[in-house]
């Protein structure tokens, strides 16, 4: 299956029913984010915002969250108000923490 075809754009998700919509950066993408959408068990669909300043562009992030098993789709855009959801999970203060510690290791390595 080719996994970019879980990726819809905010216009081909509206009004769309979803059980679980995650809401988040994953900027990069990196293990915990795997391990916070695994926790929430059940078909997910994620809205992938944009954050400040990125360091992968929305599509790249869009097609590595898609390619995660436990994601039925991904929604290119902020969601919330678009789709209609069971529950809603809103990950993104934890991505600008999950962030700042990768960057904060990244600066430690090139300064040892």
Do not use: W
Request: net charge negative; charged share 30%.
């Amino acid at each position: 299956m080719d996994t970019r075809s879980k990726i819809l754009t905010l216009e081909e998700a509206a009004g769309r029913g979803v059980e679980t919509l995650a809401i988040g950066y994953f900027d990069p993408v990196v293990a915990a984010h795997v391990s916070r959408l695994l926790a929430l068990k059940g078909p997910l669909t994620v809205s992938l915002l944009d954050p400040a300043e990125e360091i992968l562009p929305a599509r790249a992030r869009a097609e590595l969250v898609a390619a995660l098993g436990c994601v039925e789709t991904v929604i290119i855009g902020d969601a919330r108000g678009k789709v209609i959801a069971k529950r809603t999970v809103d990950f993104t203060a934890a991505d600008l923490d999950t962030r700042q510690e990768l960057v904060e290791r990244i600066r430690h390595r090139s300064e040892t």
